[in-house]
Antibody
Framework: QVQLVESGGGVVQPGRSLRLSCAASGFPFSNYAMHWVRQAPGKGLEWVALISYDESNKYYAESVKGRFTISRDNSKNTLYLQMNSLRGEDTAVYYC?????????????WGRGTLVTVSS | EIVLTQSPATLSLSPGERATLSCRASQSVNTYLAWYQQKPGQAPRLLIYDASNRATGTPARFSGSGSGTDFTLTVSSLEAEDFAVYYCQQRSTFGPGTKVDI
């Protein structure tokens, strides 16, 4: 069955960096676009970034552009999110999600999320 | 940029009742709209894609309709496990959500 498992979250000081990982299994990872979506405590969903199946296309929300980098390693079935210059407003649960049927949108499978807390 | 508005913000109903949730887009999105359900402490779950197609595993009591700018998610008869927050989505934009509670 499809599984997405995020890791790498934790408490980090403002201005520092963190890298999240998402290990995928149960499907041909290299055939699917992948996303990061976040949810601040008690708030709604915010799309963060998208990467195409072959890494040729990457898109970012304006709120993270220039600070976050999405990447993937298809040989390891793993998605990454490098987060630099972190701010308090980046505090959220970060989910990885799969684009449905090879399309970019919508998202048919989600991981359980990893919590990132940006605080001094 | 497309803005999605959901109404009502909260819907208070009883098991067995019909729930009707609305999502309105600031400009036409054709039928490129999805609905998700999220329960506390869980990841969102895709219910409906392309406005009216049930995702794998979505019970038949859930139905979606609409096109252009106005969309509806209907739960024909609420069950206990349906009390949750529901989000609509158009590509990279999510609506603010509707909470369905008892």
């Amino acid at each position: 069955q499809v599984q997405l498992v995020e890791s790498g979250g934790g408490v980090v000081q403002p201005g520092r960096s963190l890298r999240l990982s998402c290990a995928a299994s149960g499907f041909p990872f290299s055939n699917y676009a992948m996303h990061w979506v976040r949810q601040a405590p008690g708030k709604g969903l915010e799309w963060v970034a998208l990467i195409s199946y072959d890494e040729s296309n990457k898109y970012y929300a304006e709120s993270v552009k220039g600070r976050f980098t999405i990447s993937r390693d298809n040989s390891k079935n793993t998605l990454y999110l490098q987060m630099n210059s972190l701010r308090g407003e980046d505090t959220a649960v970060y989910y990885c999600a799969r684009g449905r049927s090879g399309n970019y949108f919508p998202f048919d499978y989600w991981g359980r999320g990893t919590l990132v807390t940006v605080s001094s | 940029e497309i803005v999605l508005t959901q109404s009502p913000a909260t819907l208070s109903l009883s098991p067995g009742e019909r729930a009707t949730l609305s999502c309105r887009a600031s400009q036409s999105v054709n039928t490129y709209l999805a609905w998700y359900q999220q329960k506390p402490g869980q990841a969102p779950r895709l219910l409906i894609y392309d406005a009216s197609n049930r995702a794998t595993g979505t019970p038949a009591r859930f139905s979606g309709s609409g096109s252009g700018t106005d969309f509806t998610l209907t739960v024909s008869s609420l069950e206990a496990e349906d009390f949750a927050v529901y989000y609509c989505q158009q590509r990279s934009t999510f609506g603010p959500g509707t909470k369905v509670d008892i």
